[in-house]
C-alpha cells in the first residue's frame, strides 16, 4: 500500500491494518458497514484466499454494489455480505477475530435518511468485543454531520467506560480542519 494521508482517516485506517496484519494467515475481519465496498475490498485482499469477511449493511443498494465491486476486482471469493443491522452481528459470528471496520454515517448518493445510530453501533460494538482475539482490534471512523454528533456521543460515552485492563481506547481527532471532519475511535483488546 501507497504512504497514505494520515487526514484522510480511511487511508489512515488501512495503514494501520495493513501493518498490522498483511502477511498473516487465516485472518477474519468484519465490515460492520459495507457501503460501496471498499473497505470490505480492501480487507478481503488483506485476508487473502485463506482469510474470511463478513460485511453488514442493512441497505440492499450496499449490498449490491460491493458484492459488483468484489466480483470485479477480486479472484478468489473469501466473503460473506450480509444484508442485516450490524446491531445483530454476533448472530453470524462464530469465530474470534482480528479486526472490525466501522465507517459510519449514510451510504454515499443514496438517502441520508437512512444512517447509522447510536444505539445500533454501541449495541454492535458490545457484540464484536467477546469475540476479538488478542490483540484485535475495532476501527470507527465518525462523522458529526449526519445527526449533529448523537451517534459519537454515544460511541465515546459506552467505549470511555471500557475496562482500562482489557482494552485500550484511541479517539482520533483533526484539530485544524474546518467543517466538521470525521473523527476516529480504535478499541486494541490487551488481555
Known sequence: MEDG??????DFVHMLI??????KDNLKFIDATCGNGF???FLCKTAGKNGNVKAFDIQQQAIERTNTLLNSNLEFINYELI??????????????????????GYLPFS?????????TTVKAIQHILPFLKKDGRIFITTYITHDTGDEIKD????????DKSKYN?????LINKEN???ELFIVEKNA
Open 155 to 162: 460511541i465515546y460515552n459506552f467505549l470511555s467506560e471500557l
Open 5 to 10: 494521508k494520515y487526514g484522510k482517516l480511511v
Open 39 to 41: 473497505d470490505t475490498l
Open 169 to 173: 481506547v484511541l479517539h482520533i481527532n
Open 111 to 119: 438517502d441520508k435518511a437512512v444512517a447509522t445510530k447510536g444505539e
Open 83 to 104: 444484508l442485516n443491522s450490524h446491531e445483530f452481528i454476533s448472530n453470524y459470528l462464530n469465530d474470534n477475530i482480528d479486526a472490525a471496520v466501522f465507517n459510519l
Open 180 to 182: 466538521t471532519p470525521p
Open 18 to 23: 495493513e501493518q498490522s496484519y498483511c502477511g
